[in-house]
């Protein structure tokens, strides 16, 4: 099955720098990317995804780019503010026939430092 | 439109007991998905509910079991609870009308268990 591998585990930036997260999926089958951030006590929020077809996502200061070829994907973060700390994750799935099951990376706390 | 709802939010039980979750979906979504939230497993997938059939399932044992109902309201149940069964329990919603993919979560319900 789908095997999501997350780094860093925990990602310390100066608040106004750029932050980077980068995860790798091992079924080639995969064809839907979402990125998940969750605060203490909260869901998982979604922020940003990306599908197979497309190879870059931008909305704002958040960005996602993928790889099909060497199966991995990141996250971007520019500009980074105090509320951008949390829990940030990725995840993967084959989303045949419509059927949900998100596969998830193991997550990256990420501090932004004032 | 309102979120996706759990209840309850907390919920302490005794090893043997079994317990009953509760999920309202967003208004207009079909797709239910539960998913067990560990520090030592992350986020993992339990089932997906999609017009009262289970259409999708994770590795867990029989004991892990859910249903969902006409209007999409979606319960999950664990019986002969044991110690590694707590965590937090996430359920999440997708349209399915569309294309889309979206998974949108609940704030999720923490179960302990003594």
């Known amino acids: 099955g789908e095997n999501v591998e997350q780094h860093p585990s925990t990602l310390s930036v100066q608040e106004g720098d750029s932050a980077v997260i980068k995860c790798t999926y091992s079924?080639?089958?995969?064809?839907?990317f979402p990125w998940y951030k969750q605060e203490l006590g909260k869901g998982p929020q979604l922020i940003i995804d990306?599908?197979?077809?497309?190879g870059e996502k931008k909305d704002q200061r958040i960005a996602v780019t993928l790889n099909k070829t060497a199966k991995h994907f990141s996250l971007h973060i520019t500009e980074t503010q105090p509320e951008d700390s949390a829990v940030y994750f990725c995840?993967?799935?084959?989303?045949?026939?419509?059927?949900?099951?998100?596969?998830f990376g193991q997550g990256t706390r990420l501090t932004i430092n004032p | 439109k309102a979120g996706v709802t759990q209840t309850p939010r907390y919920l302490i039980k005794t090893r043997g007991q079994q317990v009953t979750l509760s999920c309202s979906p967003i208004?207009?979504?079909?797709?239910v998905s539960w998913y067990q939230q560990t520090p030592g497993q992350g986020l993992q997938f339990l089932f997906e509910?999609?017009?009262?059939?289970?259409?999708n399932k994770g590795n867990f044992p029989g004991r892990f079991s859910g249903r969902q109902f006409s209007n999409s309201r979606s319960e999950m149940n664990v019986s002969t609870l044991e110690l590694g069964d707590s965590a937090l329990y996430l359920c999440?919603?997708?349209?399915?009308?569309?294309?889309?993919?979206?998974?949108?979560f609940g704030p999720g319900t923490r179960l302990t268990v003594t």
């Open positions: 999440a919603s997708t349209s399915q009308l569309t294309a889309d993919n979206e998974q949108y």
């Open positions: 079924d080639s089958a995969s064809n839907y």
């Open positions: 990306i599908r197979s077809n497309v």
């Open positions: 995840a993967a799935s084959n989303m045949v026939q419509g059927a949900q099951k998100l596969v």
């Open positions: 208004s207009g979504h079909r797709s």
């Open positions: 509910y999609f017009s009262e059939t289970q259409r």
